[in-house]
């Protein structure tokens, strides 16, 4: 079955949030840059350096994609989405989320929840809202 992978859009600062996200969750990125795609002689000048598409491979077969938005379309920021990342370890949901709320703005503080041992909301400094979960506990709910 596949596996839904979230595709983030930014304007012009994919790189850096994408290297800040690889150092945060320890994965491995490869980024392409519009200069480097075979779309390079439609592109302008000052977009070349602008990413065209990232992949930030993550432990356990995640993934994580995301480019800037190209030159002729509207920004708009992440919206409507919050990134879900659970651990088996609250030690390690917790320094996850304290690192993604580094520069970010805190909309839940990480805390004891009856779903979980650790949970914390966060949009970090690149625009793009988290849920942290640590230690997942079992809750019955209904179809």
Not at 62 to 86: E, F, K, M, R
Not at 111 to 123: I, S
Request: proline fraction near 7%; include cysteine; charge should be negative.
């Amino acid at each position: 079955m596949p596996q839904p992978i979230p595709y983030l859009a930014f304007n012009g600062n994919c790189a850096d949030a994408m290297r800040f996200y690889a150092k945060v969750l320890d994965g491995k990125l490869d980024l392409l840059t519009f200069g480097q795609s075979p779309m390079a002689e439609q592109t302008p000048k000052d977009a070349l350096n602008r990413i065209m598409h990232a992949h930030l491979a993550l432990d356990g077969n995640g993934s994580l994609y995301a480019g800037d938005c190209p030159p002729d379309v509207p920004y708009q920021g992440i919206h409507g989405v919050s990134i879900t990342l659970n651990y088996d370890a609250t030690a390690q949901a917790e320094r996850v989320f304290n690192a993604m709320a580094d520069g970010g703005k805190v909309t839940m503080p990480f805390g004891q929840t009856f779903w979980a041992k650790g949970f914390g909301m966060v949009t970090d400094k690149f625009g793009c809202p988290w849920i942290i979960n640590g230690e997942m506990v079992v809750v019955k709910m209904q179809a």
